[in-house]
C-alpha cells in the first residue's frame, strides 16, 4: 500500500525508537544502485538480439551485483539487529528482544515471499 506521508520523508531521516521507520518495510538496497542494476539488466535485455552472448553476460553481471548488494545489506541489518538487544539490561531486554524477533520475522518472511 502507498503510504504518502512515509513517500514525502527525505531519504536520511533517521529511523525510530526500533532502528527503523515507523511503517512499512526498510529497503534493502539503496534506490539508485537498485536502479542502476535494473538499467544493466534492462540494457541486456534490450542487446540479446545483436549479441547474445554480451547480453548474457552482462545480466550474469547484474545478477551477481545484486545478489551481493543484498547479501551485504542482509548482514549489515543483522548487525544492526544484534547490536540492538545484545547488551540491554534485564528490564529493557524483554521489550527489545520482542522487536528484535518481529525484525527478523519480518526481513526473512519478505525473503522467503521473494
Keep these: 500500500m502507498y503510504d504518502q506521508t512515509r513517500a514525502q520523508q527525505p ?9 527503523r521507520r515507523a511503517q512499512g518495510p526498510e529497503l534493502l538496497l539503496p534506490p539508485a544502485e537498485r536502479d542502476r542494476i ?10 540479446f538480439a545483436d549479441a547474445p552472448g554480451e ?3 552482462e545480466a550474469e553481471s547484474a ?16 548487525r544492526v539487529l544484534r547490536a540492538a538487544w545484545q547488551d540491554q539490561d534485564t528490564e529493557a531486554r ?8 518481529r525484525e527478523y520475522r519480518e526481513i526473512t518472511g519478505r525473503l522467503l515471499r521473494t
Design 11 to 19: 531519504a536520511d531521516r533517521t529511523p525510530g525508537a526500533a532502528g
Design 55 to 57: 547480453a548474457l553476460a
Design 63 to 78: 545478477f551477481d551485483e545484486a545478489t551481493a548488494a543484498l547479501v551485504d545489506a542482509l548482514a549489515e541489518r543483522r
Design 38 to 47: 535494473a538499467q544493466r539488466l534492462g540494457h541486456a535485455v534490450n542487446t
Design 94 to 101: 524483554s521489550a527489545e528482544l520482542r522487536v528484535a524477533l
